[in-house]
């Protein structure tokens, strides 16, 4: 019912910034909160951060002052603008939408891109 495209992934120097952007599409009445969660190999899929419709973020202290989310409402979008990159951001990361689905009776799922990778080595 509903998919989410993700972009911007890649190999960045430590130091280094990049920016992530992801798209919902489909059955979409509304989205609450949307996110950015990583997984690293052999670890859990965490969340990295969440912003709601009406703006108010969330950040996992390892990335607070150097990543910023943020969200385009009228494009049903997401971004992650990471910078300062280190070597254990490494991970696949995943956008993460609240989605109220108005083909499923206007349940709330979570939806979940296909993930991206991104690599911070020198």
């Known amino acids: 019912q509903v998919q989410l495209v993700e972009s911007g992934g890649g190999l960045v120097q430590p130091g280094g910034s990049l920016r992530l952007s992801c798209a919902a599409s489909?059955?979409?009445?509304?989205?609450?909160?949307m996110g950015w969660y990583r997984q690293a190999p052999g670890k859990e899929r965490d969340l990295v951060a969440s912003?709601?419709?009406?703006?108010?973020?969330n950040y996992a202290e390892s990335v607070k002052g150097r990543f910023t989310i943020s969200r385009d409402n009228a494009k049903n979008a997401v971004y992650l603008q990471m910078n300062s990159l280190k070597p254990e951001d490494t991970a696949v990361y995943y956008c993460n939408a609240d989605v109220t689905d108005r083909r499923s009776w206007y349940r709330v799922y979570d939806y979940w891109g296909q993930g991206t990778q991104v690599t911070v080595s020198s």
């Open positions: 489909g059955s979409i009445f509304s989205i609450r909160v």
């Open positions: 912003i709601t419709a009406g703006g108010r973020t």
